[in-house]
Nanobody, 129 residues
Framework: QLQLVESGGGLVQPGGSLTLSCVAS????????IGWFRQAPGKEREGVSC???????TSADSVKGRFTISRDNVANTVWLQMNSLKPEDTAVYYC???????????????????????WGQGTQVTVSS
């Protein structure tokens, strides 16, 4: 069974940092494009940062320069390093993956949620003083 499990969310003050982790089980990340997404209350889910199987990265303009996506295929883990957090970053954060044979990078590099098909359960990030 393909499974992604996120952790590392929590409450942080504006300007602070958090690192989210996403561990894959039941499959190897080697041949998957991966991404981090978020959904704030009353808003649609949006792409945050996405990473190809070959480590090409793309990020939303709202997080460029502040968030960094990375992966370790040996550890089967994906991370999202979040710095200089703002209240508007408050959301449930999800990691997701799609096999390289199911969708090409030019398509999934848009980081559109509907281009990814394996999802974790999410972790809450709250940025507040």
């Amino acid at each position: 069974q393909l499974q992604l499990v996120e952790s590392g969310g929590g409450l942080v003050q504006p300007g602070g940092s958090l690192t989210l982790s996403c561990v894959a089980s039941g499959f190897s990340l080697d041949y998957y494009h991966i991404g981090w997404f978020r959904q704030a209350p009353g808003k649609e889910r949006e792409g945050v940062s996405c990473l190809s199987s070959g480590d090409s990265a793309t990020s939303a303009d709202s997080v460029k320069g502040r968030f960094t996506i990375s992966r370790d295929n040996v550890a089967n883990t994906v991370w999202l390093q979040m710095n200089s957090l703002k209240p508007e970053d408050t959301a449930v954060y999800y990691c997701a993956a799609v096999h390289v044979t199911r969708s090409s990078w030019p398509i999934v590099s848009t980081c559109a949620p509907n281009t990814y098909d394996v999802w974790g359960q999410g972790t809450q990030v709250t940025v507040s003083s």
